[in-house]
């Protein structure tokens, strides 16, 4: 029986339910491999967010981080939701310019903002500037003086907290790329420099400690730290912070064997973590910010794949072989990430045998899982990988020159492409011949 399945996801046939879609007609539709998003699944989770904001009774912003999935029509959806979003790059933030999102509701991110992206974000009016590093500082001052314009910043701070998580995707500890040092005293300098711009408004502090959290301790640690660093701020400089930035990294649950608190559980403790420490400080009440990502994107997207080939070796797992893998999920080659597959046409048939679930792609390491129990399967069955929803497409690649696969938005039994599947077209689409002597 698998758990992560409700009966309500199961239509009259026996076949799993997308969005109120049948997965194998689905499949049928717009072939495989396919990344299928239930819409209200990614709607019923910023909801879910937003009210315990409300009812903590605090300002607040929920800002998607959409590394973990973007695409026009995810920005239409989460702007929909009156949800804001953080980009890390041009091509996001250009995605969401074509999607009519307001970059005013953008946070932009990263660690090498070029200068071209800071010229955009400013020209696109950006919400706020998550600054990184003191190179930032100076290119984006000059950015702003040759526009002649303004922007709202924000520090992000390497609180020196490790997260208990992969260390790939581990961000707060103090040997780091991402971040001013507190120790050091890197971010005491760096809001200081800040605050001497007059082209600059500083709103408030930024950490983000890393991605696929379960421990509440760990946020609770950033929440009290930010707020120590905010207070000190205060004393020494006479800077108040009116807002805090928790980032995101909740985790979720890919496999049985993971039992994180509901995403919004853990974002009640950090509001009441923040409300108790402020507590203590002339502070008052700032406004608190969180930058979900995979528990938005994550949850909602499932991965359907046609089975083809199979090999059994005497004494060894048998390997059962799909037409996607690592060029559509890399997580698993990349980080041990662990899904779990169900048999699209009857996701509760009883198993018959353990697995490895192999991609098609020319690497040893192409196996979506080591050891997934199955039923009885055949070539041409289709399989659906759950929880694919956050760097999954995202993380897509033309490895083997594979074309990247279709995604479809899948709502109250409706659905739509929302991103091509790419063709061989698109594959040679920026080849050039060589022309040489
Ligand atoms: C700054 C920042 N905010 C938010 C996120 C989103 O994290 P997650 O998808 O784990 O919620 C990331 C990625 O880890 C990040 O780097
Ligand atoms: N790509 C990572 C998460 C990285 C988060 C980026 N800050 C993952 O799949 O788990």
């Known amino acids: 029986m698998n758990e992560q399945i409700s009966a309500d996801q199961i239509n009259a046939a026996g076949h799993l339910m997308i969005g109120g879609c049948d997965a194998v007609d689905l499949a049928a539709q717009y072939g495989t491999p396919l990344v299928v998003y239930d819409v209200s699944q990614i709607r019923q989770q910023i909801r879910a967010f937003q009210r315990v904001f409300a009812k903590n009774q605090v300002d607040y912003t929920v800002s998607y981080a959409s590394k973990a999935f973007a695409a026009v029509a995810m920005y239409q959806v989460v702007n929909q939701e009156g949800a804001h979003i953080d980009v890390v790059s041009g091509g996001e933030m250009y995605t969401a310019l074509k999607a009519g999102f307001p970059l005013a509701h953008a946070s932009f991110h990263g660690n090498n903002k070029s200068y071209d992206e800071l010229v955009m974000a400013v020209k696109n009016h950006i919400g706020v500037v998550v600054v990184d590093n003191f190179h930032e500082i100076d290119l984006l001052n000059r950015v702003l003086e040759e526009l002649d314009a303004n922007v709202q910043v924000m520090l992000r701070i390497t609180p ?58 760990g946020f609770e640690g950033v929440a009290n730290k930010l707020v120590a660093v905010a207070d000190h701020w205060q004393k020494q400089f006479g800077y108040r912070a009116r807002v805090i930035n928790v980032g995101g990294g909740f985790g979720i649950r890919y496999v049985k064997d993971d039992q994180p608190l509901r995403p919004e559980e853990f974002v009640d403790a950090i509001i009441k973590a923040i409300k108790k420490a402020v507590a203590g400080t002339n502070l008052g009440q700032p406004a608190i910010w969180i930058e979900p990502g995979r528990s938005i994107a994550g949850p909602a997207g499932y991965n359907l794949y046609t089975v083809g ?63 997934q129990a199955l039923p009885a399967t055949k070539p041409g069955d289709i399989l659906a990988t759950l929880d694919t929803g956050a760097y999954g497409y995202a993380m897509a690649s033309n490895y083997n020159r594979n074309p990247r696969p279709a995604v479809v938005f899948a709502e109250n039994g409706h659905s739509q492409v929302v991103i091509k599947r790419e063709s061989y077209d698109d594959l040679v689409h920026l080849d050039r011949p060589y022309e040489g002597k």
């Open 160 to 217: 020196g907290i490790s997260a208990h998580t992969n260390k790939y995707i581990q961000t707060g500890q103090v040997d780091s790329k991402f971040g001013f040092d507190l120790e050091s005293g890197q971010a005491d300098q760096a809001l200081e420099k800040v605050q001497a711009s007059p082209r600059m408004t500083m709103i408030g502090l930024h950490a983000h400690i890393g991605s696929q959290i379960f421990e509440v301790a």
């Open 309 to 371: 080939s199979r090999k059994d070796l005497p004494g060894l797992k048998s390997y059962v072989t799909v037409d996607g893998g690592m060029g559509d999920n890399i997580r698993p080659a990349l980080y041990q990430a662990q899904y779990e597959t169900v048999l699209a046409s009857d996701p509760q048939a009883p198993l018959k045998e353990h697995v490895r679930l192999a991609g098609k792609y020319c690497e040893s390491g192409d196996i979506l899982s080591q050891d």
